[in-house]
């Protein structure tokens, strides 16, 4: 059920510094989820944005999204060693979800 | 060949019903997952096991029951369905050991409706 990828696979960064992730996927979506995994942990979500939306905040997080290049971008911003796990985007196409492979951050203190 | 396969995609049954949902992973991972799909497309974890070994079980009824056979497999089963069971049900794998850490495979999904 994997369709989408995510930029890049791992990336480590310095606390307060600010990290951007990339997701681009090939179908037609109806909204598009981020979300987070700590370590031996299931997935938690974050943030849905919908097609008709191009960019949506929460906390320390924005989300853009850009149907005409069907891409999507998740940015933390302030990072915390706490911020560190595996970032998920997943697709949602008429109730058919899809998963890219995930971006590891490591957040160093 | 499908990594992570759920049968069956779509169940409809009626209300009272016993029902399984199977999932298997030949990516030869030791973790698999159980998430459904709630009402606003969110995902929320209902179950983990590692080795066949429970090792999230966050709140969900008691009418469901995982079950895993052995490391490819977990199950999943529902006594006396509800109308509120009605949802996608996502099986996923990883294998947090491995290069890519953590990375989850999904399943296709199952669609349940109760009627």
């Known amino acids: 059920s994997q369709q989408g990828e995510e930029d890049p696979q791992a990336l480590s960064i310095q606390e307060g510094e600010n990290a951007t992730m990339n997701c681009s996927y090939k179908t037609s979506i109806n909204n598009l989820q981020w979300y987070r995994q700590n370590s031996g942990r299931g997935l938690v979500h974050l943030i849905l944005?919908?097609?008709?939306?191009r960019e949506k905040h929460s906390g320390r997080l924005r989300v853009t999204l850009d149907t005409s290049k069907k891409s999507s971008s998740l940015l933390i911003t302030a990072s915390r060693a706490a911020d560190t796990a595996s970032y998920f985007c997943a697709t949602d196409w008429n109730n058919d979800m899809r998963f890219g492979a995930g971006t590891r951050l490591t957040v160093k203190p | 060949d499908t990594a992570v396969s759920q049968t069956p995609k779509y169940l409809v049954t009626q209300m009272g019903n016993d029902k399984s949902i199977k999932c298997e992973q030949n990516l030869g991972h030791d973790t698999m997952y159980w998430y459904k799909q709630d009402s606003k497309k969110f995902l929320k974890i209902m179950f983990s096991y590692n080795n066949k070994e429970l090792i999230i079980n966050e709140t969900v009824p008691n009418r469901f029951s995982p079950k895993s056979p052995d490391k490819a497999h977990l199950n999943l089963h529902i006594n006396s369905l509800e109308l509120g069971d009605s949802a996608v049900y996502f099986c996923?794998?990883?294998?947090?050991?491995?290069?890519?850490?953590?990375?989850?495979?999904f399943g296709p999904g199952t669609r349940l409706l109760v009627l």
């Open positions: 944005i919908r097609s008709n939306e």
């Open positions: 996923a794998s990883s294998d947090p050991s491995g290069n890519l850490q953590e990375t989850q495979y």
